[in-house]
């Protein structure tokens, strides 16, 4: 596992253990998984799309996705 898979998982244990002792609302945790599925898939597409040269997705859309809360996957 490199370097920033294993800060990907350390931080969603983090949360994922502020969400069972009640720090945080379970909801965050949930955001913060499902914003990383959605990163996981835009970035494949993405570079699906850039090994094929066809269309890619627009880095703002990359950003504004890592920005609010899907970077763990990236």
Same mark, same amino acid.
Request: aromatic residues 6%.
């Given at each position: #596992? !490199?370097?920033?898979? @294993?800060?990907?998982?350390?931080? &969603? @244990?983090?949360?994922?253990? =502020?969400a069972?002792?009640?720090? =945080?609302?379970?909801?965050? &945790?949930? @955001?913060?998984?499902? #914003?990383?599925?959605?990163?996981?898939v =835009?970035? $494949?597409?993405?570079?699906?799309?850039?090994? $094929? !040269?066809?269309? $890619?997705?627009?880095e703002?859309? &990359?950003h504004?996705?890592?920005?609010?809360? !899907?970077?763990?996957? $990236?």
């Amino acid at each position: #596992m !490199g370097a920033a898979a @294993a800060l990907s998982v350390t931080f &969603l @244990a983090v949360v994922g253990a =502020l969400a069972a002792v009640k720090v =945080l609302p379970i909801a965050a &945790l949930l @955001a913060t998984l499902l #914003m990383s599925l959605v990163a996981v898939v =835009l970035y $494949r597409r993405d570079k699906s799309a850039a090994l $094929r !040269g066809a269309w $890619r997705t627009p880095e703002s859309t &990359l950003h504004v996705v890592s920005v609010l809360g !899907g970077w763990p996957a $990236r």
